[in-house]
């Protein structure tokens, strides 16, 4: 995890300490001192806290409260990536002990190193650090180069060659993200109807162009630790519960859902999808052509994986929205994602409408 700032531990998502600190000290070595827990208050999907034991610092991720997706929050595997990746991909951070006992807290867990920089979640800069048009057009460039780069990873040489099904990744995941849209829905959207079914209408290609490649499945500015005194550099790639093996430009299609420009719509703009409004930034347009001068591709259909993000992201926050609405998690940032559904919904509807991936409004 980052230099990001931690908070008391929300209610309901609590970590008894005692077990914790017994589980630990049996794989980790005995720490001076008790054990504290706090928490890193951003995120919308796998809770993240911090451990503290005298002068040693761990990260530990755990499922996040009352979610039944079947298919997601495997720490188990997202221990597997990181473990292996670590090795081939520095950016990764690394990971030291897994847990598949509920007993111990409750849930599924691991922990990992924490990495130190800032990350950049919003328009509003972290303390002590300066957006400046031209520290976010680095940082941008360094987004997507990142991007490309990881998607060069010798995945081989980590071990990680059965990590996903290559073979028929597309439709997979066009059906998967469909049948999760309409497993979590509540509400008639039907902006996220028509786009997804567009997409499911859509040919696919039963392997990428160039064979698949390593993808971290949620890439963007706030699962990036920078530099603070360099925003051009990258210290570490968190969240890699979505890491699978498969076809580059539909992770770049997810990067996109998240991209907003300064002159889309402004319930868009709303969004807290991170700095991408703020002068300097690359425009989405501009992401995709860095992106294709970077990783040597052809982008080929940008806007069938710019609307397959749109709709897998408003189907991530439905889903999310459902257990607040349940009462399973009482984070109150959850209470807007109902709306922000509805907001990635449009966008896709107004990019099918023109055909393209920019100038949407």
């Not at 761990?58 to 997706?69: A, D, H, M, Q």
């Amino acid at each position: 995890m980052s230099g990001a700032e931690t908070r008391s531990v929300r209610p309901g998502e609590e970590i008894p300490p005692e077990p914790l600190a017994a589980w630990l000290a049996e794989r980790l070595g005995e720490g001076d001192g008790p054990l504290t827990v706090e928490q890193f208050p951003g995120g919308h999907s796998n809770l993240t806290y911090l451990l503290r034991r005298g002068d040693r610092e761990l990260v530990l991720r755990r499922p996040p409260v009352g979610s039944k997706v079947k298919t997601a929050h495997d720490m188990g595997r997202e221990f597997q990536v990181l473990s292996r990746l670590a090795d081939v991909y520095p950016k990764a951070p690394r990971a030291f002990a897994a847990c598949d006992d509920p007993a111990v807290i409750g849930a599924p867990f691991y922990v990992m190193e924490r990495a130190r920089g800032i990350i950049l979640r919003s328009q509003n800069a972290p303390p002590g650090v300066e957006l400046s048009p031209e520290r976010m057009r680095a940082a941008s460039e360094a987004a997507v180069d990142g991007l490309a780069e990881l998607h060069a990873v010798d995945y081989r040489a980590a071990g990680l060659e059965g990590l996903g099904r290559p073979a028929g990744y597309a439709a997979r995941q066009i059906a998967g993200w469909t049948r999760r849209w309409a497993d979590a829905r509540t509400d008639d959207v039907p902006d996220v109807d028509r786009a997804a079914a567009w997409l499911l209408a859509h040919p696919v290609s039963e392997l990428p162009e160039g064979g698949p490649t390593l993808l971290h499945g949620d890439y963007k500015y706030d699962n990036l630790v920078l530099d603070p005194e360099d925003t051009s550099r990258i210290v570490a790639v968190l969240d890699w519960e979505m890491a699978t093996l498969g076809d580059p430009l539909m992770d770049l299609g997810t990067s996109l859902g998240y991209w907003i420009d300064p002159d889309d719509p402004p319930e868009m703009r709303q969004i807290p999808a991170g700095p991408t409004t703020l002068p300097g930034n690359l425009s989405r347009a501009e992401v995709v052509e860095r992106y294709a001068a970077r990783s040597r591709r052809d982008v080929g259909d940008i806007l069938f994986c710019y609307v397959y993000g749109l709709v897998k992201i408003a189907t991530i926050a439905q889903q999310i929205y459902v257990r607040y609405q349940q009462g399973l998690t009482r984070d109150p940032r959850f209470a807007a994602l109902g709306g922000a559904v509805r907001v990635f919904g449009r966008a896709a509807a107004q990019a099918l409408a023109k055909g393209r991936i920019d100038r949407i409004s």
